[in-house]
T-cell receptor
Framework: GENVEQHPSTLSVQEGDSAVIKCTYS??????FPWYKQELGKGPQLIID?????GEKKDQRIAVTLNKTAKHFSLHITETQPEDSAVYFC???????????FGKGTRLSVIA | KAGVTQTPRYLIKTRGQQVTLSCSPI?????VSWYQQTPGQGLQFLFE???????NKGNFPGRFSGRQFSNSRSEMNVSTLELGDSALYLC???????????FGNGTRLTVT
């Protein structure tokens, strides 16, 4: 089955700097890659997703890139703000077929 | 539109008891998935339901069961509780099988 590795497990950045979180997946058939943000006491919230027919997707300060050949995808957050502090999860699946498999998460701390 | 609603938010049970958790999906969503979240194992898939049928099941013992009703609401049951069942149980819904998952805030189960 699918296996998703995520790193780093913790990341501290200064406010205004960029943050990058990387994930690798094992199943070459996976075609859907969402990213979730989880704040304390809440469930994960979808922040951006990408499908395998696209190499990059951007939404304001957030962007995701996908390299199908290397089987890895990354989340980029620019101009970080204190409210970006949270745990971020990547996931992978064969859309509409297999359940999402999640990485172990990255705790991002943005220092003001 | 209201999000995914999970009840109760917190539960404390004793080893050997059973428990039922409830999930109301976003209005119009037909698919419901359940995940167990623990600090050590992260987010692990339990089950997925669509139109009252279980489509996928994760690698959990038979003590874990679930169901979906005709109004798309879902319940999961854990019998003969063990200390290791202590976790945050997350329910997520999606419009269709190939639509993004939206999570509730979870039920925090503590087994003593």
């Amino acid at each position: 089955g699918e296996n998703v590795e995520q790193h780093p497990s913790t990341l501290s950045v200064q406010e205004g700097d960029s943050a990058v979180i990387k994930c690798t997946y094992s199943d070459s058939a996976s075609n859907y890659f969402p990213w979730y943000k989880q704040e304390l006491g809440k469930g994960p919230q979808l922040i951006i997703d990408i499908r395998s027919n696209v190499g990059e997707k951007k939404d304001q300060r957030i962007a995701v890139t996908l390299n199908k050949t290397a089987k890895h995808f990354s989340l980029h957050i620019t101009e970080t703000q204190p409210e970006d502090s949270a745990v971020y999860f990547c996931a992978a699946s064969i859309e509409g077929n297999t359940p999402l498999v999640f990485g172990k998460g990255t705790r991002l701390s943005v220092i003001a | 539109k209201a999000g995914v609603t999970q009840t109760p938010r917190y539960l404390i049970k004793t080893r050997g008891q059973q428990v039922t958790l409830s999930c109301s999906p976003i209005s119009g969503h037909r698919s419901v998935s359940w995940y167990q979240q623990t600090p050590g194992q992260g987010l692990q898939f339990l089950f997925e339901y669509f139109s009252e049928t279980q489509r996928n099941k994760g690698n959990f013992p038979g003590r874990f069961s679930g169901r979906q009703f005709s109004n798309s609401r879902s319940e999961m049951n854990v019998s003969t509780l063990e200390l290791g069942d202590s976790a945050l149980y997350l329910c997520a819904s999606s419009l269709e099988l190939n639509s993004p998952l939206h999570f509730g805030n979870g039920t925090r189960l503590t087994v003593t």
